[in-house]
């Protein structure tokens, strides 16, 4: 795995796991326990990451002869409690326009414009994971041709420039209006080498800060799933989708990152239609 992926289990496993099971040997642990944790835990993703861990790990561990017996095969992923959470935090996976719009005011009040307007606004018109954002440079932009080339992350943990995700990471993305917006004011003849977004490295914590001061829910995946929902209410085909935001498969864009938008976002939707028509990425029916 990647070093920023074994960084992360550890993070996960020292909140949710170490003061709770974590002080007991593997041989001790039983599916009773096991299944006492995963209920405890209350965060979302926390829970569906720690059950992925353990069914791993437990599964690695029967397999070796290290223990007679797989607990994680009587344990299950907690349905009810996990469902509630799903429904409070799926009503805020997007930003609707609304929101957006209040947002991206709020962040160009005074005599210059936040910093971090720049980057969500790019990320929510563009697609881009956090990390692959920090890590564009100028020479991925293509203004003439409206493309932008994601070849790299900025890992913000270990504070270097790494490869994506994974090959489906490694795409081309169309530079909408709004991006580009972006790029012609951020411009002042940096040379192809400069990082666009060298500086914002905070930004989790400040869209919290955001979150806290407007009254909604907003963080950098949600600009992902928000771009994700509008193609694809635009029309854009879910392979396309996938294609563009580099997901490996086309189940994981269709399960995880579409929802349902509301009536005050079609004015948006629309221009993103618009853009793809023109640019043929939907073909114009007669």
């Known amino acids: 795995i990647k070093e920023s992926t074994y960084n992360q289990y550890v993070e996960i496993y ?22 006492k944790h995963l209920n405890s835990i209350e965060a979302k993703s926390g829970l569906k990451k720690i059950y992925q861990i353990f069914r791993d790990l437990f599964y690695f561990l029967h397999e070796q002869n290290t223990l007679k017996v797989n607990p994680m095969k009587f344990v299950v992923l907690p349905k009810r409690d996990l469902d509630k959470v799903i429904d409070k935090e ?37 697609g ?22 994601v070849r790299q992350q900025f890992d913000i943990r270990e504070r270097k420039i790494t490869s994506v995700k994974t090959n ?34 905070g930004i989790t914590q400040r869209m919290s800060d955001f979150s ?3 009254g909604f829910r907003v963080n950098p995946h949600m600009l992902r799933h928000t771009f994700t929902s509008r193609s694809y209410t635009a029309g854009l085909d879910p392979k396309r989708i ?19 938008l509301e009536k005050d976002d079609l004015e948006v939707i629309q221009m993103m239609r618009d853009f793809y028509l023109e640019k043929g990425l939907i073909l114009k029916l007669d």
């Not at 020292?14 to 974590?22: F, I, S």
């Not at 609707?96 to 719009?101: G, I, N, Q, S």
């Not at 996938?242 to 990152?257: A, F, K, P, S, W």
Request: net charge negative; charged share 30%.
């Open 14 to 35: 020292n909140r949710y796991t170490y003061e709770n099971v974590g002080h007991k040997r593997v041989c001790d642990l039983e599916a009773d326990d096991l299944q």
């Open 90 to 126: 799926e009503k805020d996976e997007i930003l609707l326009y609304k929101d957006e719009a209040h947002l991206l005011e709020y962040l160009s009040r005074g005599k210059n414009k936040n910093k971090y307007y720049y980057i969500i606004k790019f990320g929510l018109y563009s």
């Open 128 to 149: 881009l994971r956090r990390g692959e954002l920090l890590g564009l440079q100028w020479k991925h932009i293509d203004i003439e041709n409206e493309t932008i080339s």
């Open 168 to 201: 489906a990471a490694i795409r081309t993305v169309p530079l909408l209006p709004q991006t580009k917006e972006v790029l012609l004011e951020l411009y002042n003849n940096q040379s192809p080498d400069e990082f666009i977004f060298n500086d914002h490295y």
């Open 212 to 214: 806290r001061k407007l």
């Open 242 to 260: 996938q294609q563009m935001i580099g997901h490996e498969t086309v189940d994981i864009t269709l399960n995880t990152y579409t929802h349902v």
